[in-house]
């Protein structure tokens, strides 16, 4: 499986940003996704998740409200809609997947990393 994430870019505080990531080589509706974030200087942290048999969904208490992960199994692609976005929110954001049908919090529990894309938050 190979995850190509995209659509960071720079944005002002309060504004959105929409992640992208493409998946090839298997269907996404049959893996669990996930949103990682690693702030400069700061070690990798979870951001959201999404199971793969009822797209059940878990946040970090930081992006709740803030952030959504959703599915487009047509295009094979998962989203991360970031709004209200803040300067701590500034990061190279990852995304993962991996077969298992739970929620998964833990960076170790996903086989499956597409390369960063960097979100810049200005005040």
């Known amino acids: 499986v190979q995850l190509q994430a995209s659509g960071g870019g720079l944005v002002q505080a309060g504004g959105s940003l929409r992640l992208s990531c493409a998946a090839s080589g298997r269907t996404f509706s049959s893996l669990s996704a996930g949103w990682f974030r690693q702030a400069p200087g700061k070690e990798r942290e979870f951001v959201a998740t999404?199971?793969?048999?009822?797209?059940?969904?878990s946040y970090a208490d930081s992006v709740k409200g803030r952030f959504t992960i959703s599915r487009d199994n047509a295009k094979n692609t998962v989203y991360l809609q970031m709004n209200s976005l803040k300067p701590e929110d500034t990061a190279v954001y990852y995304c993962?997947?991996?077969?298992?049908?739970?929620?998964?919090?833990?960076?170790?529990?996903?086989?499956?990393w597409g390369q960063g894309t960097l979100v810049t938050v200005s005040s």
């Open positions: 993962a997947a991996d077969s298992s049908y739970g929620l998964r919090t833990h960076q170790r529990e996903y086989d499956y």
């Open positions: 999404m199971r793969r048999y009822d797209d059940s969904t």
